[in-house]
């Protein structure tokens, strides 16, 4: 239980997710009756901060839902911070106003 309470995504999404399930499996094959939404709650403390803050506005029921919207934020998170580099005519360098801050 210690785990649980102090588990923190300290890679990408994926990666916690993976983390994460493992101790919820080991937490349920002792307490069946886990609380779902307690699980859910946790999950998304442990979220870096950029990816819980749109999660939470969402208010996902349970942990299918708030793994997918972490999956899908940390996307977008990571896609505006990548500079394009690429644009309709094929080089950013002759255009740098066309880059995403």
């Keep these: 239980m210690r785990q649980f309470f102090h588990i923190r995504q300290n890679g990408i999404v994926p990666e916690y997710i993976e983390q994460f399930d493992e101790l919820i499996h080991q937490i349920k094959a002792h307490d069946p009756r886990f609380d779902p939404m307690l699980v859910t709650k946790r999950f998304i403390d442990g979220l870096n901060h950029d ?51």
């Design 51 to 101: 990816i819980k803050s749109v999660v939470m506005i969402h208010k996902p029921r349970d942990l299918d839902a708030v793994s997918s919207l972490a999956l899908l934020q940390e996307e977008l998170v990571t896609d505006v911070y990548k500079p394009d580099i690429k644009n309709t005519e094929g080089s950013m360098a002759s255009n740098p106003s066309t880059s995403i801050l």
